[in-house]
């Protein structure tokens, strides 16, 4: 087995690949023939002129080569990483492949029109909205106190992390204050769902490189914290639990035991992980020196979380700008150097490390008191108080059923979810449903950065560099 650190350290060097070189069709007869089919299919001329302009989305064209650099940029046209090859390729020796949308190797209903030298990626075109669930604008028209049971389905990996962002953004519109026990149970669950969430990462691309034990053991050990989510919240995922003013419930009888098993179970699981992976040659030669993105791209293209940190960017939103408490306990931020896909994993699963010693200091420190604020406008009476107050059964009534107003303005509020910067905008025109609500989700950004990653690197490296970005397409089309 390899020494390899579980701390990113950058010291392993990533190798360099030189693109194969395109081997010319020695048959002529039929060659021509099969140019001119090939062509025919690229340039959609089997379409009728009068449709292809409501086609645009699902022609076979990929969009002009000139256009404004930074957009070149975002295209993934221009590179200065990944496999480079010395001279371009004629038009005819480049065809138009179309992947997707098919869900396992896509990560979601994720469609690519990639355009190929051989087996060498020439251009990317990501093609999303498939999914178009609107939940933006479904958000209109629920109030403040629905909202949760909303944005909880949009990136269903990390449900918590969705109620957080939104939960903390409505009460910054309140100007409501949050009981430490409430901060401190938001800052464990959220903590246990970013593990839960690097688990099923972790299961997914080892499966995509063929490891397929890896699907085994990451949902072994994902299944002790939904069982505690279950146990807490009542339901596995979109559990509509964190919401403004605090969480649903307090923690169960016994939770204190079922975090012990879960740390135990968790930490034993990422050593097998890393047994299993640091040293086995294959996993390495298909992660090394793939799918990378310097820092500047990072930058340019809004990529943030674990990509970016395996990039070399030391950027947690959980450090620059803390939330829920979250300050009040001690944790490292793992940084990568080279930004491909071996950082990527070294960076998941030191993150989940830390993660664990987050979830063990909430264990050890939990403060009494409510776990939901005491404001009356926000939060309803004790459930005893309704078989004794008329009163109380009244104010349950009109606060789930026509809500709370919020005061006139706007708030964004960002939290680090397990896939980066995940940000709520909120607009209130003083009523009791938001104006508008907008999501600044992380996955779109690393959709967006496919092309910078994929340009000018082999075909078989492209589900490998989708699944190292970790996209979420509930988080996507939104």
């Known amino acids: 087995m390899s020494d390899t650190p579980n701390v990113v350290t950058g010291d392993t060097e990533a190798p360099t690949t030189e693109a194969p070189a395109v081997v010319a069709d020695q048959t002529s007869q039929g060659a021509e023939e099969r140019r001119e089919i090939h062509d025919m299919w690229v340039a959609g001329t089997e379409e009728a002129p009068w449709m292809r302009e409501y086609t645009d989305e699902g022609a076979q064209e990929m969009l002009d080569v000139g256009s404004d650099p930074a957009v070149e940029i975002s ?6 990483d990944d496999f480079v090859d010395e001279a371009p390729a004629d038009d005819d020796e480049l065809q138009i492949l179309n992947m997707g949308p098919q869900h396992p190797s896509t990560h979601g209903v994720l469609r690519l ?14 093609i999303i909205g498939y999914l178009h669930t609107g939940m933006e604008k479904t958000a209109e028209t629920l109030t403040y106190v629905q909202g949760s049971t909303n944005v909880t389905r ?24 949050i009981p430490e026990r409430g901060q401190a149970i938001r800052v464990l669950l959220t903590e246990l769902n970013r593990v839960s969430s690097h688990l099923v990462w972790c299961a997914t691309q080892g499966t995509d490189l063929g490891a397929v034990s890896m699907m085994i053991f ?46 135990a179970k968790v930490e ?11 040293g086995n040659p294959i996993f390495r030669d298909r992660t090394m020196g793939v799918g990378v993105i310097t820092p500047e791209e990072c930058d340019a293209l809004g990529v943030t979380g674990p990509m970016a940190r395996a990039a070399g960017i030391k950027w947690d939103i959980r450090k620059a700008f803390p939330y829920s408490g979250i300050e009040k306990y001690d944790f490292e931020i793992p940084t990568g150097k080279h930004g491909d896909v071996w950082d990527r994993y070294l960076v998941r699963m030191e993150e989940i490390r830390q993660s664990m010693g987050i979830i063990r200091q909430v264990l050890e420190t939990m403060p009494a008191g409510d776990y939901r604020t005491t404001d009356r406008k926000v939060s309803p009476p004790p459930r005893k108080r309704i078989d004794e107050s008329m009163e109380a059964l009244i104010h349950h009534f009109k606060l789930f059923t026509s809500g709370f107003k919020a005061p006139a303005g706007e708030t964004y509020t960002a939290i680090e979810s397990p896939r980066g910067e995940l940000g709520m905008y909120i607009v209130s025109d003083g009523r009791e449903r938001p104006w508008r609500m907008h999501a600044r989700t992380p996955s779109f950004n690393h959709v967006q950065a496919l092309p910078t990653m994929m340009t000018d690197s082999l075909v078989a490296d492209i589900v490998a560099t989708i699944a ?11």
Do not use: C
Not at 75 to 80: E, L, W
Not at 268 to 278: C, Q, R, T
């Open 75 to 80: 295209r993934g046209t221009v590179v200065a």
């Open 113 to 126: 029109h990639l355009e190929l030298e051989g087996e060498t990626i020439r251009r990317v075109k990501p």
């Open 154 to 177: 949009m990136d269903y990996l990390s449900p918590l992390h969705m109620e957080l962002a939104s939960s903390l953004a409505v009460e910054s519109l309140l100007n409501v204050e």
């Open 218 to 263: 990451g949902f072994r050990d994902r299944e002790y914290i939904l069982q505690f989510f279950e146990k807490t919240t009542g339901l596995r995922m979109n559990h509509n639990f964190i919401r403004p003013g605090g969480v649903a419930a307090d923690l169960p009888d016994g939770w204190e035991d079922d975090i012990e098993q879960i740390i």
């Open 268 to 278: 034993a699981g990422v050593s097998e992980y890393e047994e299993l992976f640091n």
């Open 468 to 478: 190292s970005a970790d996209p979420v397409l509930g988080d996507v089309d939104r």
